[in-house]
């Protein structure tokens, strides 16, 4: 049973283009949680969806950041235009249940604007 | 708005030593707590979640503790070995409105052999 995969694992961009980062949760996993971890900072939490609904998105900044968890297929986190601020560590989880079941975490995507 | 603190921020012990790692938590109303273990440049592994109604979780030479009423817990490891150099993580699960876990910065631990 493999766990949470994410690709690619680096991702560069130049300032401006857009980054599409991907994330595949565990077999039967039908929620999917985004995490962004900066520069010395702790993890915090972006997104959380189920199959084609976003559940809550407080934690994303409301501008160039959108997700999607489609019917079929991973899900995506898209960021649009990117800055150098958007330098980070980018971590998907997964879960089977909402409430109080582990997240699983995958590898993380380490995206680096230049 | 949850708040999670974790002290020490790093700590270097000899192997074969036992401690502590703290946690704490300024809202008492949780759904869970997990700590987890962070390798450079890797992902978290998850380690010990402990249910809002548990006091405590065991695995191998983890043992984890929760206090909800005074939003605190510890994770103990007994026996420390070089290969338990990492970086722990602890973070709560609030739910209602907040789907996210809310973490702490971590404390970065090193154990000399």
């Known amino acids: 049973n493999a766990g949470v995969m994410q690709n690619p694992r680096h991702l560069v961009r130049r300032r401006g283009q857009e980054a599409r980062l991907r994330c595949s949760p565990m077999k039967g996993h039908s929620h999917v949680y985004w995490y962004r971890q900066l520069p010395e900072e702790g993890l915090k939490f972006m997104v959380y969806?189920?199959?084609?609904?976003?559940?809550?998105e407080s934690g994303m900044p409301k501008e160039r950041f959108s997700a999607e968890f489609p019917k079929e297929g991973p899900s995506i986190l898209r960021i649009q235009q990117v800055v150098r601020g958007d330098s980070a560590a980018y971590f998907c989880a997964s879960s089977s249940t909402r409430v109080t079941d582990t997240q699983y975490f995958g590898p993380g995507t380490r995206l680096t604007v230049l | 708005k949850q708040e999670v603190t974790q002290i020490p921020a790093a700590l270097s012990v000899p192997e074969g030593e036992n401690l502590v790692l703290n946690c704490s938590f300024t809202d008492s109303a949780i759904y869970n707590l997990q700590w987890f273990r962070q390798d450079p440049g890797k992902g978290l592994t998850s380690l010990l979640l402990i249910q809002s109604s548990q006091r405590e979780q065991t695995s191998g030479r983890l043992n984890a503790s929760l206090d909800k009423s005074s939003g605190r817990s510890t994770l103990y490891i007994a026996a420390s070995q070089p290969g338990d150099s990492a970086t722990y993580l602890c973070a709560v699960d609030s739910g209602g409105g907040a789907d996210g876990l809310t973490f702490g910065k971590g404390t970065h631990l090193i154990i000399q052999p």
């Open positions: 969806l189920q199959k084609e609904n976003i559940i809550d």
